[in-house]
Each structure stands twice: as structure tokens, then as C-alpha cells.
């Protein structure tokens, strides 16, 4: 049974993300008028649940290279792309939507998917001068 004041499914996905990337909760607190238990209790809800990472991973996150980002972004893209399909399934809440709604809910990511996937595309082979010039002289 929910306690106290519900609040809109955006603000709480807001202050979760602020939370998850390092603001502090008095400041998410402020910023969206919300108590500090609430906040405290929906970031133990999301890291507990495995949606999202612990609060601190960014910094291991910032010493990755770049390659490993953008794998690490893919597939974060891939996985939540697959459960906002699942979510938008539902025919009861897609029939509450507005278009704009739904462009906006499933536009960003895929959009990001889609100019991530040639960083996927397998290198073409590296040919040393001399085995372009052996290829040509033998032939």
C-alpha cells in the first residue's frame, strides 16, 4: 500500500536520475519538492531492482576509453528500447497517449541507437604497402 503523497511517474524519474548521477539529495529534495526519505527510498527501489547502477559508478564509468562507452551506451540504449516496447504494449496505457507523446517516449533513444551502430562496424583490413605492392606485381 503507498505511503504518503503520490507523485507523477516524471518526477520521480527525474529525481531518481539525478540521484543515480551524483546529485545529492538534499539538492533533488529541493529542486523537486519531494521529502528526503521519498527520494532516499526511491533510489534504494531502482538500485536494489537492477535498473540502474549504483550511485558512484560514474566515476568508474569516466575511466573507461571511448570504445567501451559507446558499447556500454548501446547496450543500455538496446535494453531499455526492448522495455519501453514491452511497456508500450500495453493497448490500455498506449491508448491514453497522444502522438507527440509516443514520438517523444520512443524517438531519443532509438534516434541515439541508430547514430551509435556504425561505431559497430567491423574495420575494414588493414593492408601494409608492401603486400598492395606483391599483389600487383604478381598478378
Known amino acids: ?4 503523497k503520490p507523485y507523477a511517474p516524471e518526477v520521480r524519474a527525474r529525481a531518481v536520475a539525478e540521484l543515480v548521477t551524483g546529485h545529492s ?5 529541493k529542486r ?3 521529502p528526503d526519505q521519498t527520494a532516499r527510498d526511491w533510489l534504494a527501489d531502482v538500485t536494489s531492482s537492477g535498473l540502474v547502477r549504483e550511485p558512484g559508478t560514474a566515476r568508474e564509468i569516466a575511466r ?5 562507452l559507446v558499447t556500454l551506451l548501446a547496450e543500455e540504449v538496446v535494453i531499455t528500447l526492448t ?3 514491452r511497456f508500450a504494449r500495453d493497448r490500455d496505457w498506449f491508448a491514453q497517449q ?6 517523444a517516449y520512443r524517438g531519443t533513444d532509438f534516434d541515439r541507437l541508430i547514430r551509435l551502430l556504425p ?11 608492401s603486400e598492395i605492392t606483391d599483389e600487383a606485381t604478381a598478378g
Not at 98 to 103: L, Q, R, S, T, V
Open 83 to 85: 522495455d519501453q516496447a
Open 98 to 103: 497522444d502522438a507527440n507523446g509516443i514520438a
Open 25 to 29: 539529495v538534499p539538492d533533488v529534495c
Open 64 to 68: 573507461m576509453d571511448l570504445s567501451d
Open 32 to 34: 523537486h519538492g519531494i
Open 1 to 4: 500500500m503507498p505511503r504518503g
Open 119 to 129: 561505431a559497430f562496424r567491423r574495420p575494414e583490413p588493414e593492408y601494409v604497402d
